[in-house]
């Protein structure tokens, strides 16, 4: 299934990288390490697949946003020591809201998550790295004291 991945990224990348001719040299180590992890027991090209990005031909783009589901939940709890250290701050309530993906050298998550007491509003968006390893989730970096109407987006 590496193999489908990587012949479909080659087969999407040309028009996606039009007029960005370093996008192409960008993209296609990603493209070979997919290729090369066929029967490693990474995840095959369906589940990786991302059906709901925004642009499929735009790598990296981020995706439409995901309601809190169990997967969300387990991705907050792996990553809950790591914003206490960062937030110096620990909430009462710490759970998803919604979430974006974004396909790089893994995964991205950015997720809204509830933190009350945290900030002054109670929610925080948090940036989420899941390697190709399939090790453990980092927390790139927060943003405390967003509004819970703030929109979730992409951010560093």
Same mark, same amino acid.
């Given at each position: 299934? @590496?193999a489908? =991945? /990587?012949?479909?990224?080659? $087969?999407?990348a040309?028009? #996606?990288?039009?007029?960005?001719?370093d996008?192409?040299?960008k993209?296609?180590?990603?493209?070979?390490?997919?290729?090369?992890?066929?029967?490693?027991?990474?995840?095959?090209y369906?589940?990786?697949?991302?059906?709901?990005?925004?642009?499929?031909?735009?790598?990296?783009?981020?995706?439409?946003?995901?309601?809190?589901?169990?997967?969300? @939940?387990?991705? =907050? /709890?792996?990553?809950?020591? $790591?914003?206490?250290?960062? #937030?110096?701050?620990s909430?009462?309530?710490?759970?998803?809201?919604?979430?974006?993906?974004?396909?790089?050298?893994?995964?991205?998550?950015?997720?809204?998550?509830?933190?009350?007491?945290?900030?002054?509003?109670g929610?925080?968006?948090?940036?989420?790295?899941?390697?190709?390893?399939?090790?453990?989730?980092?927390?790139?970096?927060?943003?405390?004291?967003?509004?819970?109407?703030?929109?979730?987006?992409?951010?560093?």
């Open positions: 299934h @590496g489908e =991945l /990587a012949q479909a990224f080659l $087969a999407a040309p028009g #996606a990288c039009r007029g960005r001719p996008a192409m040299t993209m296609l180590p990603l493209a070979l390490a997919l290729l090369l992890c066929q029967g490693s027991g990474m995840p095959d369906q589940s990786l697949r991302h059906s709901h990005i925004k642009d499929e031909r735009l790598p990296g783009g981020t995706s439409s946003p995901h309601g809190a589901d169990a997967a969300c @939940g387990r991705l =907050l /709890a792996e990553v809950a020591d $790591a914003f206490r250290s960062q #937030a110096k701050c909430p009462e309530a710490f759970s998803c809201v919604n979430y974006l993906t974004q396909v790089v050298a893994g995964l991205n998550y950015f997720v809204k998550a509830q933190v009350k007491p945290c900030g002054e509003h929610y925080a968006h948090l940036r989420i790295h899941q390697g190709l390893d399939q090790g453990p989730p980092g927390l790139s970096s927060i943003r405390l004291d967003v509004r819970e109407d703030t929109e979730l987006e992409f951010f560093d």
